[in-house]
């Protein structure tokens, strides 16, 4: 709960924390920014408006004593995410704030975390609302993407490649962290909090996947989860190859092999991306990893049929459970 340190209007409260947000960028493509009862944005020429809006609560979606810098940063980068997942340039976002009341040690903290993040993507804030209540945030992202070459989820085809950029099941060992179930040094700590607090939203490599990959998703709910929703969505299967995760070193080192795949499949809040690749496309994609100095790892196949399956290295069918993962508070 936020104390009441300061008697500030809401035009106040916008002015002092929020104007300027500006992504460190001249976007071309925003017309009109804070100040009127709406913004506009300008698309280019042969682009698609890409839209995806988050809620995040205290509480469900984040601890309630969440570093407020850090908080930030998170809150945009799951935001961005679902740019980045549809292969979208960000352009601008808006943010609905509701606290309890207002503390300026905490609005001080948030609005820093929150420039540092726009900085890093790019994308300037355009508008928004304050109001009292429970603290949460909703995020609204806008971006662009050449017409008729998005990312979705319904197109993955049999015999593609499955693949995962980075790490998997770093925040679910965090969040495991956070509540006191798992025991760690202070440099496994430090490394398992960033990874839960400040996930890098894979935006550039999102782009750079139009017209290699066939379908993509963020990985929020967990890699059964959201690669189920890519099955389902293209009347298709997929077979994961459990051996073939890419672990962090970090996790490696914490648990023993069935928790750490326990984390990587049903863990989520990793916002890493998860697609699929026809084979001819391979070694463009091969290309890709070099360039963006990224992991990009080749973790199964889209066969035909429905649902997903996980395999040992044997291909032995493994018993996982595809529920997924429910976020912070995930015993709702």
């Known amino acids: 709960m936020m104390s009441n340190t300061g008697q500030l209007t809401e035009f106040d409260l916008i002015a002092r924390y929020f104007s300027g947000i500006d992504g460190g960028v001249q976007s071309s493509s925003v017309a009109l920014s804070v100040g009127d009862d709406c913004a506009l944005?300008?698309?280019?020429a042969d682009q698609q408006l890409a839209l995806s809006i988050d809620t995040l609560a205290s509480g469900r979606h984040f601890p309630e004593d969440a570093n407020p810098y850090q908080l930030a940063q998170r809150a945009l980068a799951v935001s961005v995410s679902d740019l980045a997942a549809m292969g979208a340039k960000p352009m601008a976002f808006t943010l609905a704030l509701t606290m309890p009341s207002v503390d300026t040690n905490w609005l001080d903290g948030f609005s820093?975390?929150?420039?540092?993040?726009?900085?890093?993507?790019?994308?300037?804030?355009?508008?928004g609302d304050t109001t009292q209540g429970p603290l949460t945030l909703t995020?609204?992202?806008h971006g662009s993407v050449p017409a008729g070459s998005v990312l979705k989820r319904s197109t993955a085809q049999p015999g593609d490649v499955i693949c995962v950029t980075g790490t998997v099941g770093d925040a679910a060992a965090a969040l495991a962290v956070i509540e006191d179930r798992l025991a760690v040094d202070g440099q496994q700590r430090e490394y398992l909090l960033q990874r839960f607090y400040t996930p890098a939203a894979r935006v550039d490599i999102g782009q750079a996947l139009l017209g290699i990959a066939n379908a993509a998703i963020d990985i929020s709910d967990?890699?059964?989860a959201d690669l189920g929703?890519?099955?389902?969505?293209?009347?298709v299967a997929a077979v994961i190859n459990a051996d073939q995760l890419p672990l962090s070193a970090v996790i490696s080192q914490l648990v023993e092999k069935p928790q750490a795949l326990t984390y990587a499949l049903t863990g989520g809040d990793d916002y890493e991306l998860c697609f699929t690749v026809p084979q001819e496309n391979l070694a463009q994609l091969k290309a890709l990893d070099q360039q963006f100095s990224l992991r990009i790892t080749e973790v199964g196949t889209i066969v035909p049929g429905?649902?997903?399956q996980c395999v040992d290295g044997e291909g032995n069918p493994m018993a996982i459970d595809l529920a997924g993962y429910q976020h912070f508070n995930h015993s709702e």
């Open 222 to 224: 967990g890699l059964l």
């Open 229 to 235: 929703h890519i099955a389902k969505a293209s009347n």
């Open 112 to 127: 820093r975390g929150l420039r540092f993040a726009a900085e890093q993507y790019k994308i300037p804030l355009i508008g």
């Open 41 to 44: 944005l300008s698309l280019p």
């Open 139 to 141: 995020l609204q992202v």
């Open 306 to 308: 429905s649902g997903v």
